[in-house]
């Protein structure tokens, strides 16, 4: 089966064709072609993510992307000169495009030029994420439904993380369930029982920023560039290697409680207060508080990820989101995989950050359902607060 993946949640405007086939419990899956815009530069000038400045971005890139998709990957084949939109479709095109001004106009005169490529079902992220956003992915999946007659996928973006180690990990035997998946990104901070492929719920997550978003925060407090995460990292590695005395000791917030969930927001004041105190800080000092702002943060995350692997005899760990590019969290999980003697899989890092392709291979997973009930596409909606069910934490499985 042939899967476009659309994404639109966030900051990324992200397109992807894969090839999926097997069973549910060993789904197997193929790259076929992947395009992505990151849309980091535009709002590092406003200082953080808008919505609808996002949204503008998403609109104006879906086209060209996906044309280059399609081109890429030789699947765009000129129509037959009289092979124009008819009027009911063109009316249709326009209706479901409402919204979206400049995809009516960009889809209306690209699209009508090829022919239906052969892709067999559109997954599409509709939440959790920026409504905004989230809409304009929707609404493009929409159109290209109704042009080429094919069903779409309501995908959830935070299945897709947890299925993105995945596609690197085709040989290996199929996932041995219950798994737990630890997302960790710049918008989130979740774990999650995975009991079947149809079965995710939520154990614990942040009650206040995400783990990126704390590093974001402590590395502008310690006057490193946005985004920081990788700067405190690399700073931090510096202080391991040359061994420098940190100037001040950071809390561990909620390591010690008899829940799943996560904070942050304390360890950032924490730091600013830190920094604060220390005055002038020298290079030496400050990387020195970047080793010692990632080792909490790892160690918590770490620590409550141990717990929930016990509490509920977990047979797979999943480690997924952009915040996994930092070397010493991964190095943590690694090692606390052959303590636990629990594997772990983690997403190559193209598919750690937020991408299509993971969001094609979870539709995959939903692909099931869809031939018993195809989703009526008008009723499909964004939506920003989308999350699976929570579970209290002392719940036994
Ligand atoms: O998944 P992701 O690309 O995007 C969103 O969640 O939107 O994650 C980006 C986050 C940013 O907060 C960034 O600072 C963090 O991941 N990050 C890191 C590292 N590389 C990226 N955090 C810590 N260490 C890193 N090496
Ligand atoms: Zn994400």
């Not at 149809?198 to 942040?206: A, L, S």
């Amino acid at each position: 089966m042939i899967i476009l993946g659309i994404e639109t949640s966030c900051d990324e405007t992200a397109l992807s064709l894969i090839e999926a086939t097997g069973e549910l419990t060993a789904p197997a899956f193929r790259l076929i072609g992947s395009e992505i815009y990151s849309q980091i530069e535009l709002h590092r000038e406003y200082g953080g993510v808008f919505p609808n400045v996002a949204k503008r971005a998403h609109a104006e890139n879906l086209i060209p992307l996906f044309k280059r998709l399609l081109e890429k990957t030789g699947l765009a084949k000129p129509k037959a000169a009289d092979g124009a939109i008819d009027e009911e479709m063109l009316k249709e095109l326009e209706r479901l495009l409402e919204r979206e001004p400049t995809l009516f106009k960009e889809i209306s005169s690209y699209v009508g030029t090829i022919e239906a490529p052969a892709i067999d079902a559109i997954a599409v992220t509709y939440g959790p994420g920026l409504e905004p956003a989230l809409w304009v992915g929707v609404n493009f999946a929409k159109a290209l439904a109704a042009l080429w007659n094919i069903p779409v996928i309501p995908t959830n973006h935070m299945e897709g993380h947890i299925i993105s180690p995945l596609l690197s990990q085709t040989d290996i035997a199929p996932i041995a369930f219950p798994a737990l998946a630890m997302l960790i990104s710049g918008g989130h901070t979740e774990l999650a029982l995975v009991r079947s492929w149809e079965d995710i719920k939520v154990v614990g997550k942040t009650r206040d920023d995400a783990v990126g978003e704390a590093f974001d925060k402590a590395a502008r407090m310690l006057g490193l560039p946005y985004p920081g995460g990788p700067e405190i990292s690399r700073l931090a590695d510096e202080a391991r290697e040359k061994d420098y005395g940190s100037p001040l000791d950071l809390p561990r917030p909620m390591i010690a409680t008899h829940d799943f969930d996560f904070s942050f927001s304390g360890l950032k004041t924490a730091v600013l207060y830190g920094v604060q105190k220390a005055g002038e800080l020298s290079h030496q000092n400050r990387a020195a508080i970047a080793r010692e702002f990632e080792n909490a943060v790892t160690e918590v995350l770490v620590r409550k990820t141990e717990r929930a692997l016990i509490h509920f005899n977990i047979q797979t760990l999943i480690v997924a989101g952009g915040v996994i590019a930092n070397k010493h969290i991964r190095a943590a999980f690694e090692q606390l995989s052959r303590d636990s003697g629990v594997p772990l899989l983690m997403p190559h890092k193209d598919l750690s950050t937020d991408n299509a392709t993971m969001i094609a291979m979870a539709g995959y997973m939903k692909a099931k359902d869809l031939a018993a009930a195809p989703a009526d596409i008008k009723d499909l909606k964004a939506r920003g607060n989308l999350s699976f069910g929570h579970i209290d934490g002392a719940e036994r499985p």
